[in-house]
């Protein structure tokens, strides 16, 4: 398997967190919940109406971000706090990790044939494109931090500095839009090397694209690689770029 981070990428994960030092938050005991959104409200579980339409109320103050989904730019609404199963051993400070996949499902979901797939596109070259949709570091109701140890041989770096290093910057590609109803929904990563595939995946804005791109290693695209970390939210209705769907 192609290994997730460059030694570059890698090198600036480890500056940013020198710089920025105690900031990570570590994940609320025993509920496995993270640190809360970055709005001033946060309502959990979800006990208001925010299907359809732009956020109002108390949606207007939790946060969002955008998305992509068959071609089109969407907005995602978080409503609930990220989820990282505490059963998957990580040394990150909120118990997240890239590199194994996710044992139980988060408390309250029976099954995870009730989620679906958020695959994050990780451009893996210098410099940081400046549009991404979450850039390194802090992103609206996503972890803070992560752990990358399970990647260490491939990268080259010793585990021992790659246990909380900040999240790297990434979009978000999805398949299906729940109907615009919040869910949980399993995160995995797609590692992009090469700076041409990564703008033909942002161009396409979907996740065949990149699946496409994967088929062939001269592109550098890596297959969807499993985490331990689940997203809470909801699609909002309607896309960004006003085209029909």
């Not at 994960?13 to 105690?22: K, N, Q, Y």
């Not at 990150?92 to 194994?100: L, M």
């Not at 990647?151 to 770096?157: I, K």
């Amino acid at each position: 398997m192609t290994s997730l981070l460059s030694r570059s990428a890698v090198a600036a994960s480890l500056t940013a967190v020198a710089l920025v030092g105690g900031m990570a938050t570590a994940g609320a005991a025993g509920g496995g919940f993270g640190p809360a959104p970055s709005g001033s409200k946060a309502v959990q579980p979800l006990a208001h109406p925010c299907m359809t339409g732009l956020p109002k109320d108390l949606c207007q103050n939790i946060g969002t971000t955008e998305g992509w989904y068959e071609g089109h730019t969407i907005r995602f609404l978080y409503t609930q706090n990220y989820w990282c199963d505490p059963s998957v051993p990580a040394s990150s400070s909120n118990g997240c990790e890239v590199g194994a996949k996710y044992r139980h499902v988060p408390p309250g979901l029976v099954s995870d044939a009730f989620t679906d797939a958020l695959y994050i596109p990780v451009p893996l070259f210098s410099p940081e494109p400046g549009h991404l949709q979450c850039p390194t570091g802090p992103c609206v109701d996503h972890p803070m931090t992560i752990d990358l140890t399970r990647l260490s041989a491939a990268l080259g770096v010793p585990a021992s500095k790659l246990k909380n290093v900040p999240l790297p910057g990434h979009d978000h590609l999805i398949t299906d839009r729940n109907s615009n109803r919040p869910e949980w929904w399993p995160v995995s990563v797609i590692g992009v090397f090469n700076k041409a595939s990564f703008e033909k995946i942002e161009k396409a804005k979907s996740f065949t694209e990149a699946q496409k791109l994967a088929k062939d290693p001269k592109n550098g695209v890596t297959t969807p690689i499993p985490t331990n970390v689940f997203l809470w939210f909801q699609t909002l209705q309607g896309n960004l770029d006003h085209k029909a769907h």
